[in-house]
């Protein structure tokens, strides 16, 4: 069992501590889904400490801790202390001070919550750090897989778009090759990080073949808050190449499940219809999130 402080990343988990989280993911959805509130964490406070935007990881964490009994705090970085030049860890203190649990933070600094959680009592959960890691994003799309297929092992799972700015990517690429999947990043070559094989995934320029035999294919949004301009030639010609379009969905792997971790650029990474088709998973993701932070916190303070 994960008996660690922290959830820092799936990068150094074993596959044995992931499918523990997966397989406590099963009963906590049938509390959210059920309507059950629970007192797992009654008496802790879990914080919200987000320094980038977020609709779904932020919701997603604060609804999960209140379903579990727990008291949420949630630290608006635009209205907060840090705008006076207050620093991470002098924050995270003061959440220490504050008897605050668990400290759910994203921030734009690859790295940031590992700092944090060296210099705080409290348990740290990465929300997203940089270019890093998301890792209850990719415990989700985890979940979501192994609902539909009832396993992750032998899975073709193929990941387009940007590969090179996207957390996302690398957590599930990670966790994917752990659990026995194959990962197949498909992106123009500027939107692939050097090396990224070294990961343990595929690699493809070339959309329609690496959907051929797809279990999965799971857009990755263009995000175009870290990119440079000029990565191509514009989201038209991006859409037309990558596009994730209901003429190579159902002429090329019909049964697939389409994954997206949202926001969705509708039109760019997936058209319209596939977003809203029955193979899309991309609401229940958004429920599965849910679930599977429950587990997350339950594991790390529910005993505490
Ligand atoms: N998937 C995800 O991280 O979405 P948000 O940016 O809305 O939290």
Redesign the pocket.
């Known amino acids: 069992m994960f008996r660690k402080k922290d959830l820092l990343g799936l990068k150094d988990m074993t596959a044995e501590d992931i499918t523990d989280i997966l397989d406590r993911t099963v009963s906590m959805k049938e509390a959210f889904v059920g309507g059950r509130q629970l007192d797992r964490l009654s008496g802790k406070c879990v914080a919200t400490l987000f320094y980038e935007?977020?609709?779904?990881?932020?919701n997603s964490f604060e609804t999960a801790a209140r379903v579990l009994g727990a008291r949420t705090m949630s630290i608006s970085v635009a209205t907060s202390s840090v705008q006076k030049g207050e620093s991470l860890i002098d924050t995270g203190k003061t959440l220490d001070a504050l008897r605050t649990d668990a400290i759910v933070i994203r921030h734009s600094m690859a790295g940031a919550p590992d700092l944090l959680a060296a210099n705080v009592r409290a348990s740290v959960i990465n929300a997203?750090d940089g270019m890093n890691e998301?890792p209850t994003?990719s415990l989700l799309d985890l979940f979501t897989m192994r609902e539909k297929f009832g396993t992750i092992k032998g899975l073709k799972v193929v990941l387009v778009g940007d590969v090179k700015h996207s957390r996302v990517a690398r957590s599930n690429i990670w966790a994917l090759s752990k659990l026995g999947a194959e990962a197949v990043v498909v992106a123009p070559y500027t939107l692939l990080p050097r090396g990224v094989e070294e990961l343990g995934c595929e690699v493809s320029t070339d959309i329609e073949e690496a959907m051929i035999g797809a279990n999965v294919v799971m857009g990755l949004r263009i995000q175009r808050e870290r990119q440079k301009a000029g990565l191509f030639p514009s989201l038209a010609e991006y859409n037309a190449e990558f596009g994730i379009t209901a003429d190579r969905l159902y002429g090329i792997c019909e049964n697939a499940l389409v994954m997206h971790?949202?926001?969705v650029n509708r039109g760019v990474e997936l058209s319209g219809d596939v977003a809203d088709s029955p193979n899309s998973a991309i609401n229940e993701q958004v429920t599965n999130g849910v679930a599977v932070r429950m587990a997350v916190m339950d594991m790390l303070i529910g005993g505490r």
């Not at 935007?53 to 932020?58: K, M």
């Open positions: 935007n977020s609709t779904r990881t932020r997203g998301h994003q971790p949202g926001p």
